[in-house]
Every structure is written in structure tokens, then in C-alpha cells.
Nanobody, 124 residues
Framework: QVPLVESGGGLVQAGGSLRLSCAAS????????IGWSRQAPGKEREIVAA????????YYADSVKGRATISRDNAKNTVYLQMNSLKPEDTAVYYC?????????????????WGQGTQVTVSS
């Protein structure tokens, strides 16, 4: 299991932007699809974005579509989630993990090895 470390969260005003990073060690990183999820207090964790191993396919939840861009740099073993036009409802802890299969990316159980997360707080 490749350990993942999220970073880049913080406090931002509504309308602002953040770029989250998901870094991994190990040579197997580039073989996996990677997903980002988030969990707000009192709410279930939801998948917000995913990217195929090559970066050629990306997937977005309706809640972030048009405001988020997921990308990866396999040479750096890093996946990014650029979030723009942030809203207070985007406030959550954001996590990344490896997908168990490139064909299934929309359920939390489709992933293994969620990191510790990075807090994103959007003030109104």
C-alpha cells in the first residue's frame, strides 16, 4: 500500500482558490487511478474528483464540476486538485487515495489507503 499525504488546505474567503496536493512514495503510484473525497462535519464522505492513471480521463462530482480541476504529475508522484470559486459548503476535510480498479471511482469503498486529510475552510 502506497502511503498518501495530502496538503494545501487552509482558510480562504468565498470566491477564492486553493490547490490541494496528494503526494505518494513508491513506484506503483503511476499505475493507479487516484481520487479525492471530502467529508464535512456531520455529513457522509463524498467522492469529488478522480483521475485515471495516465491523466487522460477525469471525473467530477456535480457539486464541484466547473470549479475543480484534477491533474497529476506521475514524474513527481503527485496529484493535484485545483479548486476555484470556493463556497462555504466546500468546507471539509479533503482526502486522496488509490482506486482499487480503474473502472470504479465513485464510491468511497472503491479506494484503499485514504490519507490523513487536509482541512479546507471557506468563510462567507
Amino acid at each position: 500500500q502506497v502511503p498518501l499525504v495530502e496538503s494545501g488546505g487552509g482558510l480562504v474567503q468565498a470566491g477564492g482558490s486553493l490547490r490541494l496536493s496528494c503526494a505518494a512514495s513508491g513506484r506503483t503510484f503511476s499505475s493507479y487511478a487516484i481520487g479525492w473525497s471530502r467529508q464535512a462535519p456531520g455529513k457522509e464522505r463524498e467522492i469529488v474528483a478522480a483521475i485515471s492513471w495516465s491523466g487522460g480521463r477525469t471525473y467530477y462530482a456535480d457539486s464541484v464540476k466547473g470549479r475543480a480541476t484534477i491533474s497529476r504529475d506521475n514524474a513527481k508522484n503527485t496529484v493535484y486538485l485545483q479548486m476555484n470559486s470556493l463556497k462555504p459548503e466546500d468546507t471539509a476535510v479533503y482526502y486522496c487515495a488509490l482506486a482499487r480498479s480503474s473502472l470504479r471511482v465513485w464510491a468511497v469503498d472503491d479506494y484503499a489507503g485514504w490519507g490523513q486529510g487536509t482541512q479546507v475552510t471557506v468563510s462567507s
